[in-house]
């Protein structure tokens, strides 16, 4: 089997504190679909009774293991529990940090959204104003006359939106710029 990096194994599972309950010794009555786990952890037997799969749990335990003992590696005089104390607030802030970064990217896909909602209402009124440019010219054509003062406004009005959204895109794409810029 293929040894995964912490940070690898941390991107596959997500710890679900939630649901799941640790114990030693006797077991207490559960109710809906919980799933015993016995997993040895820091040479000690646990029981753990929550509803991830046997899979996640050996996922888990093993991770746990791995950063228990790196802990103790680094830190050789600190105790058991010093060094399940330290564990907790590396996977604690780890999973800090990830509710952090999912916020972050719900806000975008919000902001996205919205800009998107925008784009289609200006491409639906420029359609229309495209329509109906189209059709006074064929009227005008038909006609041979000049524009009146309302056609003209509309005319007018249909070069702005024109002009809007090529102004957008550039803007678009100096923002885009401006956020490669600022990676590298």
Same mark, same amino acid.
């Given at each position: 089997?293929?040894?995964l990096?912490i ?6 599972? @997500? ?5 799941v309950?640790? @114990?030693?010794?006797?077991?207490r ?5 919980k799933?015993?786990y016995k997993?040895?952890i820091?040479?000690?037997?646990y029981?753990?009774?929550g ?5 996640h ?5 093993e991770?746990a ?13 600190i105790s058991a529990e ?18 952090e ?9 919000? @902001? ?5 909602a925008?784009?289609e209402?200006?491409?639906?009124r ?10 006074? @010219? ?7 006359r ?24 550039i803007q ?13």
């Amino acid at each position: 089997m293929i040894k995964l990096s912490i940070v690898k194994k941390l991107d596959i599972i @997500r710890l679900s504190l939630s649901g799941v309950f640790f @114990r030693r010794g006797d077991m207490r009555k559960m109710t809906e679909e919980k799933i015993r786990y016995k997993a040895s952890i820091a040479g000690k037997n646990y029981t753990i009774i929550g509803k991830e799969s046997h899979a996640h749990m050996d996922l888990v335990s093993e991770l746990a293991n791995e950063q228990l003992a790196a802990i103790k590696e680094s830190a050789p005089s600190i105790s058991a529990e010093q060094a399940s104390v330290l564990l907790a607030i590396n996977t604690l802030s780890v999973q800090v940090k990830l509710q952090e970064k999912i916020i972050q990217l719900e806000d975008e896909i919000k @902001r996205l959204k919205t800009e998107a909602a925008n784009a289609e209402d200006l491409e639906s009124r420029l359609d229309e104003l495209q329509k109906n440019e189209k059709e006074l @010219r064929k009227n005008l054509s038909n006609e041979k006359r000049e524009l009146s003062k309302e056609e003209m406004q509309h005319q007018i009005e249909v070069q702005k939106l024109l002009n809007q959204q090529v102004k957008e895109k550039i803007q678009k794409n100096n923002h885009k710029k401006l956020q490669n810029h600022g990676k590298k």
